[in-house]
């Protein structure tokens, strides 16, 4: 009986567990969705899915998909996502579609911070991150522009809008005399050309920009982070399914703003009554002027009415193309991508092509001891320069100014071509056909790069990593110039190649322990580094080639080559450092970071070779002590301060301390023509380290639940020791110039940058940044010593006007108490009774005592060109499916000097050459002379970006995402200035200095992005 009980028993324990189980799946139910950003409907990957209250929870994977079973009275799921807010999503639907919104605070959000990483809450420096959400679109043609006016302090300057000039950018101001950007380190790789690196990337593989702007932050990078780093981080594969990206968009382009010349009809109503006055006529032998001025005018009219800034413009399109296939286990995952991008100039025959490849891979290994990555990339970029450039900086004789220069005073009577089909020629001072030598001269780059590395790194116990990294870079550039003969100019053809090359070595060995031990923390990063940069080129050149058709291809057809013609070149630098990073954190509240850097340069001489770059930062959490906490509308408050040192070698060349000799021209021996040596450069085995101390005050700040977040920051620097060539008397020396350390230079500002969700809604959402910087440079000494000898510089002239009737017409200067290219210039006082230029006379107390027609350089006075503040304003919008973004950013207090319009803008020009109409009503007569009549106000607000998209509810098994999209560039700019655009070169010896920059462009682009 007993055996019988027991079955039933075991029977009836069977049939309740079946029932149980039956009734417990009964009462659960299958949720199934997807998670995208709210903005762009992006697909958010590893965003975690929980019932609220509950542990239990699921991940999504590569295409924001998810499926959770969760009870069947579960009524709320709790969705989160790094970077981004919180949601509580309601169970209304076996479906959901859920749309989260990029957090305001961010505060667990990873930054790079050079060999290694932190979170935002954690950082002890001043450190931006740009992730690309928050990128500008549309026509892009280097990926910075991604990030203009999104980072306070970091100011990036597009000079006119030539597809192949570089940008002018600075962190923080400029730390060197001449001006340095700031170091770019892409994935791990720190290069040091900062304009050709970043020509090398295609925006579209870029993920994010992590800005290191105080000397803690950038430290860890010693002398190469004097100018701030910018850390740049492209898009790597992530585990899951095989993702097929593609991101397609094309645009058109046109100048946005001209110059108000005068038209035809202008200039022949101007003339009879304007020429006789100002053109030396001979009156005593032609008692009737106006009707030799009649002559005259006839002889120049050809009846047609053309505009010439027209002619050597177009519409220019642009194209681009990026396709990427990305995926991988747990183990490996992979990102291929491969990108095209045609973007023509607005100006006849300028513009670019770029093809670009980029491999990443990470393999783990050995139960995940083992990590290695690989990245791969490749560049191929075709420039169509302009005739007079040879690079892409845009300055005075490159950058297309002569270009524009014809352009502008070409005489709008005359025509394009002559009757037989050939280009109308007037070969004279500022004339020639503009189009005739835009088409004619052929000056073409091509731009080839490659790239390769790896990075290994092992745990070998808990915390403690040890790793090596390996990179090797090369650049390659080839440069193609042809001018043929035009019999008006009676030219000889010349023909230009050149080769230039680079490769770069970067290696370290990298260790780091990591440590946790009750409330205490401690990371220590330690780091033996070697980079080696190798330059080398040569440049043949020669003339009186009878067969244009060859262009440059076969330069021993000349008759004409002479001793400067050829040139080639060979330098070496390298760099070894050691460095080490100490990070403490006590309870999330107190946190330290302490770094060290020693630097040894080959550009140094043996007696200063090493410098030593300490730096130390703290932080204090107020928010988490506990007398915090009862404050509802603060949820994150920390305060931070640091001070460090950093170095500077950029601006000097590859030998600057050594003694060097040189040819110092042709000498004539028994009948011979021989070359001539002697000493070039004084040698100086003291040259050393320019060193950059630096001070911060931070605040970082989250309110009113994480709806508005913020950074202020302060900060004072001094730089000191800063290289520079001064003059060298002769004798005792035996050549005239060093290079030597001498100068001090201070630059102080406040940086404000905050974020905040204005509405928040399940349908509608307003995110908006604003940032604003002030800066304030001066030179505080241009004085010291050299072998005994005193380096004595009470002002240096720098910057210079130039034109018709001006020779070292110097306008800007470097003087103690002063920006660096302070303008000094004399103080217009108005016209005399015959339009003759009048200015402000000085005695020798520094008053005011009259006007006069003669001034002296005791006349002139000084004036800061630099802005008051910059600032840049973002809004964000999203409704349902749409998404809607722009962009302003401004300048103010910003004065430029109108180089063009000094030499346009002036009546002795007329008859024959074109004129601004502001010249016939300017009233001067004369020759004009640099002035503060020509300084004007260039405060500008600028539409920067505008963007206009559309996210597709995607139910394909093919597509997972889809969107569409419109956007403008330079959609207006508000501004008092009336030259070209006020947005100018702010570096070099011409900083500020308007002088026929290449016009600013506004775009219209259609674009695409999808995801497989």
Known sequence: MAPKRLLQGIALSIFLLFFSLSTALAQNKTITGKVTDSKDSAPLVGATIQVKGSRSGTTTGTSGDFTITVPASAKILAVSAVGYENQDVPIDSDNLSVLLVASTSNLDEVVVVGYGTARKKDLTGAVTKVSAKEFNTGVVSNPLQQIQGKVAGLVIVQPGGDPNADLTVRLRGATSLTGQPPLVVIDGIALDDFNQAINTLNPTDVESYDILRDASAAAIYGSRGANGVIIITTKKGKSGRTQVDYAGSIGISNISRKLDMLSADDWRKAIPNEWRDYLALDLANNPNPDSLAQANLTALDKGVNVDWVDEITRPAVFTSHSIAIGGGTGNFNYRASVGYVDQQGVVVNSGKKMTTARFTANQKGLDNRLNVQYNLNASTTKRDFLPDQRNTSQGVTDGGSAVFNLAYNYLPVYPVKNANGSYFQI????????????????????????????????????????????????????????????????????????????????????????????AHSINVTGVYEYNKFVNDGFVAGARGYIVPELLNNNLGANSDIRSNDIGSYKGEVKLVSFLGRVEYNFDDRFLVTANFRRDGSSKFGANHRWGDFPSISAAWTMSNEGFMKDIPWLNFLKLRASYGLTGNQDNIGSYAYQLLY???????????????????????????????????????????????????????????????????????????????????????????????????????????????????????????????????????????????????????????????????????????????????????????????????????????????????????????????????????????????????????????????????????TEQPQPSTYWLKNASYMRMDNATLGYNFKMNSKVVQYLRVFFAANNLFVVTPYKGIDPEIKVDGDRRYIDRNYYPKTRSFTFGINMSL
């Open 427 to 518: 070969i004279d001072q500022d004339l020639e056909n503009p189009l005739a030598r835009l088409k004619d001269v052929y000056s073409k780059r091509q731009d080839n790069f490659y790239q390769g590395s790896v990075k290994v790194d092992y745990e070998f116990f808990s915390g403690f990593k040890l790793g090596t990294f390996g990179a090797m870079s090369r650049y390659n550039d080839v440069f193609d110039y042809f001018e043929p003969k035009i019999p008006e100019k009676n030219n000889s053809p010349a023909a230009v190649k050149a080769n230039a090359n680079k490769a770069i070595f970067n290696g370290d060995i990298h260790a780091n322990y990591r440590k946790e031990f009750g």
């Open 662 to 924: 040189g040819t110092q021209g042709l000498y004539y021996d028994n009948g011979n023509l021989l070359q001539s040596y002697g000493v070039s450069q004084e040698n100086n085995p003291d040259l050393k380290w320019e060193v950059r101390k630096s001070m911060n005050f931070g605040i970082d700040f989250t309110l009113l639940n994480n709806r508005l977040s913020g950074t202020l920051d302060v900060f004072s620097d001094k730089t000191q020791d800063m290289l520079f060539t001064y003059d060298l008397p002769q004798p005792p020396f035996l050549t005239n110039r060093v290079t030597a350390n001498a100068a001090t230079a201070t630059n102080k500002g406040v940086e404000l940058s905050l974020n905040g969700t204005i509405i928040r809604n399940n349908n509608f959402s307003w995110n908006a940044l604003f940032n604003v910087g002030t800066l304030r440079n001066r030179i505080t000494n241009l004085n010291g010593n050299f072998k005994g000898t005193e380096l004595v510089i009470s002002r240096r002239l720098y910057g210079y006007a130039d034109g018709r009737g001006l020779s070292n017409a110097y306008i800007s200067v470097l003087q103690p108490g002063y920006t660096a290219g302070a303008f000094w210039l004399w103080e217009f006082a108005g016209l005399d009774a015959t339009g003759k230029q009048l200015f402000n006379d000085y005695d020798e107390n520094g008053k005011v005592v009259g006007t006069t027609r003669d001034p002296k350089d005791d006349d002139r006075v000084f004036i800061d060109p630099t802005p008051k503040f910059t600032w840049g304003f973002t809004n964000n919008f999203t409704y349902k499916d749409f998404d809607l973004s722009f962009a302003i950013r401004g300048v103010q207090g910003q004065k430029v000097f109108s180089n063009t319009i000094l030499n346009l803008a002036t009546i002795t020009r007329l008859a024959g050459n074109n004129i601004l109409k502001e010249g016939l009503t300017n009233g001067i």
